[in-house]
């Protein structure tokens, strides 16, 4: 099965953007529109950059202080070809994805959400070109979460254009690592978790 061109890349945080950003986790004071400094990451995962002419994170920026209380967990299921978000005992949804070719697998074992983004813009880091397009139709869709940075390298669930949506609903195995979901499923797996949430990914 052929893999589909999502290679190496970064992620810019639109100016409609909302950020959650690791490793230290900050919720943005200021809401929407908000920044961060550049996170220089290679691989599947997004680098998030602060646009010109935005204001510095540190300045607009108050650090999360408590402690994600919440007993939910995003479990994926690799052999399955499935994520579900469970609480205790209860399954609150379950969706199909597509993961990580054999030669660029999904990482194992138990990670946090680290960092949540509205719009990511596809960048790639070889070429610098940016590809400008935000929303679902956009490269990465129009929702990121972050769940596990290994040096530069950041691995992440996020959305899936229309044209690459066979790769999820056939459950394939042809990513760079990262997780893909369909649109619906990856809002809705959005607005339930918190950075900090554990992912838990069993072979």
């Not at 999502?6 to 943005?28: D, E, N």
């Not at 070719?101 to 070429?127: A, L, M, W």
């Not at 400008?132 to 940075?149: E, M, S």
Request: charged share 15%; net charge positive; with cysteine.
């Amino acid at each position: 099965m052929p893999r589909t061109p999502l290679a190496i890349h970064a992620v810019i945080p639109s100016k409609a953007a909302r950020l959650l950003a690791a490793p230290a986790p900050r919720l943005l004071a200021g809401g929407l529109g908000a920044s961060l400094a550049l996170l220089s990451m290679l691989g599947c995962g997004p680098a998030l950059r602060a646009q010109a002419g935005d204001a510095p994170a540190a300045t607009s920026a108050a650090p999360t202080t408590a402690a994600v209380t919440s007993t939910r967990e995003i479990v994926l299921e690799l052999g399955k070809r499935q994520i579900s978000l469970v609480e205790g005992t209860r399954v609150i949804g379950r969706w199909p994805v597509a993961i990580g070719d054999p030669r660029t697998p999904t990482p194992t074992g138990r990670f946090s959400v680290q960092n949540k983004v509205v719009n990511p813009i596809y960048q790639s880091t070889s070429s610098g070109k940016v590809n400008g397009k935000v929303g679902p139709q956009a490269p990465l869709g129009d929702r990121w979460i972050g769940f596990k940075q290994s040096g530069l390298n950041q691995y992440g669930i996020h959305g899936t254009p229309d044209a690459w949506a066979w790769t999820v609903t056939s459950r394939a195995a042809v990513s760079n690592g990262c997780v893909r979901m369909l649109t619906p499923h990856v809002r809705q797996l959005f607005d339930q978790v918190d950075v900090g949430t554990p992912v838990i990914v069993k072979p």
